[in-house]
């Protein structure tokens, strides 16, 4: 039984090596000796966090059960002498010099010879009574011990859990370490309390032996098995401080077994890494590449969203537009903020693939518009194209105008001097795109719908998470998390609602026949005209819309009211345009043409997707080789396009970080890559003409009903690049009504 605790053990050590070495945002925060080093070692970092990790899951229960092994290993190891004495007793004749019982009585040298015999007995079975008791109590204390360090670990594991600080993943650490614990604790003490019953069993034995018949084959059997028990193994250093060397070495034998295999795989795998590592140095080495972590590559400079814009800024300004990063030494890539690199990958009508974290993306959006590439897409994108023709895009208006009156309706009640925009812009996105996509009002504005519209938002956070957390980024662990069950969920929800809305759609279209469609009408219309798509197909595509058609509006819409309110000057100006179209009709029904006129406000949104462009990487695979310049690029590179790093570039944007919509006001001298909120090429976004109106939409209601202001107390923006570009301490800004 003890050696099964001790096999379990062992390998729950090893998963707790391995899931204690993948590195997690709080690790600082959780392990203290973490921030000493990055304190005082902050160049040898890497090496010594990882030999600390590697060593605190086998170290810990390898001290803590070196001395209860020890203690088990002499008593069990005595009791199979004593085992071995009793049998060989049993076959010698003990009668051999029986006792002479007249003699016993009347004579002395008799009697003095029995009793210098017993006295010999009695002495040393009273030592080995002694060695026993002094055993058992040790082991006892040893047993409390554990049990009082096993509460404690019990209650700390407990505060941990209850705490909800922790993300699943230290969960999951949690689980091996009391798994450990438990396998530890059990081990000892099963062996512990077989221990005490082979004691008993032994010392029974010693008494019913009757060393009286002291013959000299008994003598000699004694003799053996005292030198045998008594035998101190040790290696001494001074009266109290020794090593039990052999017994250690032979009871921890399986152990150590395990441990050296494991050691061997470890360096086996270090070796395999080294490997790629040198492998990858070859790989695109014409390019710069900041300084890299030894096997980690640049996985720990960005650990969180907010590191995102900040990290890959640096890299470029110090390094130049084109930069070679590394995930571990898995991957090499590139990021880039080269105009002409985007051109030509961009604008390659054969470099249609997206990087690989897009991939995320594909249970929810299965082959839809954003994700496929090849033949796959060219079908689609030619049958969706048409769905975004401006004849069609004019009667959305009328969607985006009643949304928008329901948003000046909330912002009427939420109005004061610090109001956080997204929450409130999501909500009204959703409504629009719900509407334009499926045909149907989910008013999430009004509270409606609320399952949905949670399975949406934490879709959206997922894909992003599952970017930066190391367990989630693989499929093969990424079901050990929390966030694949609540993702389960969520898709369930999300996938249900739109097939039921197709279903629904489907029908009506067949009894009536609708003037206002959405794009799923559409999509039904001309795959009937047309080639025919799937009811999968279609849901994907409309999935795909609702991801990308709503977040992207929200960032979008938020950034700009933001701009507005902490430019007055400029928010005259859009207001005076308003005026000048609308005159003194407070709540005028905009048309289509009324927004193509908005040119200073849609001058206004370019600058702000300038400086705030709503998606601010898109990525890349190279599907051939490439030649740029004096670089080489090989196939199946991952390309990160750096859109937020371009649109900073002062060769084009002079004084790139102040707000100036007149830059826009002939834009036509910019090189075509060098300005690309909405990407370019074949594979531009699809929905930037619909948005831009939306956007116009929304603002200009806003700017005529409220007066917008810099929040109170000012509001710094903390950008952060998630799916889209967000700000993780909000958007806000001062709202009063206008009188
Ligand atoms: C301000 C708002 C928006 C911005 C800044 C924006 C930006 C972008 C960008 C940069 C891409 C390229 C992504 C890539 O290459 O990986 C893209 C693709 C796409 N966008 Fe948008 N987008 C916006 C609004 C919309 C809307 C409202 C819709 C739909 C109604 C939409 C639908 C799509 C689709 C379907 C694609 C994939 C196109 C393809 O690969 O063929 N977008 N968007």
Redesign the pocket.
């Known amino acids: 039984m003890v050696t099964i605790f001790v096999i379990c053990n062992t390998l729950l050590i090893i998963g707790g090596i391995i899931l204690n070495l993948i590195p997690l945002s709080d690790d600082l925060h959780v392990y203290f000796a973490l921030r000493f080093i990055h304190e005082y070692f902050p160049n040898h970092k890497t090496c010594l966090i990882i030999l600390l990790k590697a060593s605190i899951f086998p170290v810990i229960p390898h001290m803590l059960v070196v001395h209860a092994y020890q203690i088990l290993y002499y008593t069990q190891h005595s009791n199979f002498q004593i085992q071995l004495f009793n049998k060989v007793i049993a076959e010698v004749d003990f009668w051999e010099t029986p006792l002479r019982e007249t003699e016993l009585f009347y004579s002395k040298p008799y009697q003095k010879g029995i009793e210098k015999k017993l006295k010999f007995c009695i002495q040393r079975l009273q030592v080995l009574i002694n060695a026993y008791i002094v055993k058992t109590k040790e082991i006892g204390t040893l047993i409390a011990l554990f049990a009082i360090c096993g509460v404690l670990m019990g209650i700390g594991f407990s505060l941990y859990l209850f705490s909800g600080k922790f993300t699943p993943e230290y969960y999951l650490r949690l689980t091996f370490m009391t798994l450990v614990a438990v396998t530890t604790f059990s081990s000892i003490i099963w062996g512990g309390q077989s221990t005490e019953t082979i004691i008993t069993e032994m010392i029974t034995a010693l008494c019913q032996v009757r060393w009286y018949n002291f013959s000299q084959t008994n003598k000699k059997l004694y003799l053996i098995l005292l030198t045998n028990m008594m035998k101190d193994r040790k290696i001494k250093f001074t009266e109290n401080y020794s090593i039990n060397y052999q017994l250690g070495l032979a009871v921890l034998s399986d152990r150590q077994f395990a441990m050296f295999i494991f050691a061997a795989l470890f360096f086996l795998i270090i070796f395999y890494l080294y490997h790629q590592n040198v492998k990858l140095n070859r790989i695109l080495c014409t390019f710069p590449e900041p300084p890299k972590k030894f096997l980690l590559g640049h996985v720990l400079d960005i650990t969180s969203t907010t590191d995102v814009l900040n990290v890959f800024s640096k890299y470029i300004n110090n390094y130049g537009p084109t930069i070679k990063l590394r995930a571990a030494t898995l991957f090499a890539g590139l990021g880039t903020t080269d105009y002409k690199l985007c051109e030509l990958l961009l604008s390659n009508n054969r470099i249609l693939s ?1 990087s690989l974290n ?1 991939q995320y993306a594909r249970n929810w959006l299965g082959n839809g ?2 994700i496929s590439d090849g033949d796959y ?1 060219r079908r689609h ?1 030619k049958i969706l194209t048409p769905a975004f023709h401006f004849e069609i895009l004019k009667q959305f208006v009328e969607t985006f105008e009643s949304v928008g009156k329901v948003f000046v309706e909330k912002l009427d009640i939420s109005q004061g001097p610090s109001v956080d925009l997204p929450p409130l812009v999501t909500l009204c996105t959703l409504d629009v ?1 719900c509407e334009t ?1 499926m045909g149907t009002q989910i008013n999430a504005q009004k509270g409606q719908n609320a399952k949905y519209v949670q399975s949406v938002r934490e879709m959206c956070r997922i894909l992003i998470d599952r970017g930066l957390s190391p367990l989630k980024i693989l499929n093969n662990t990424y079901w050990m998390t929390k966030d694949y069950y609540i993702e389960k969920k969520s898709l369930k929800v999300l996938h249900s609602f739109t097939s039921s809305v197709i279903e629904k759609r489907k029908a009506e279209r067949n009894e009536r026949n609708c003037t206002k469609l959405a794009f799923l009408d559409l999509l039904l219309k001309f795959s009937n005209e047309g080639e025919l798509l799937t009811d999968q197909e279609l849901r994907e595509e409309v999935d ?2 609702m991801f ?2 709503h977040d ?2 929200a960032s ?1 819409i938020s950034f700009v009211l933001f701009c507005l309110a902490n430019h007055p000057e400029v928010q005259e100006k859009v207001l005076r345009e308003q005026n000048e179209l609308f005159g003194d009709d407070k709540d005028p029904s905009v048309t289509y043409h009324e927004l193509q006129k908005m040119k200073y406000l849609e001058q206004v949104i370019k600058e702000t ?1 300038r400086l705030y ?3 601010p990487i ?2 890349r695979c190279t599907s051939e080789d490439i030649t740029f310049g004096e670089h080489f690029i090989p196939k199946d590179t991952n390309i990160a396009i750096y ?1 937020y790093g371009i649109h900073r570039n002062p060769e084009h944007f002079p004084e790139p970080e102040t707000f100036n919509p007149d830059r826009f006001k002939n834009s036509n001298s910019l090189p075509p890559y060098a300005y690309i ?3 370019a090429g074949p ?6 003409k ?2 831009m109106l ?2 116009k939409s929304i603002v200009s209601r806003v700017v005529r009903c409220f007066e917008l202001r810099p929040a109170e107390p000012y509001h710094s923006l903390v950008l952060s690049a998630e799916t889209v570009l967000k700000s993780a301490n909000g958007i806000k800004i001062g709202i009063r009504k206008r009188i």
């Open positions: 997206k897009y518009l954003l897409w994108r795109i996509a795909t819309f990308e058609g992207t509006t979008s997707l462009p709503a998606v898109i990525g859109i909120p909405f990407s594979r531009n976004c699809i929905g930037q619909f948005a939306e956007i």
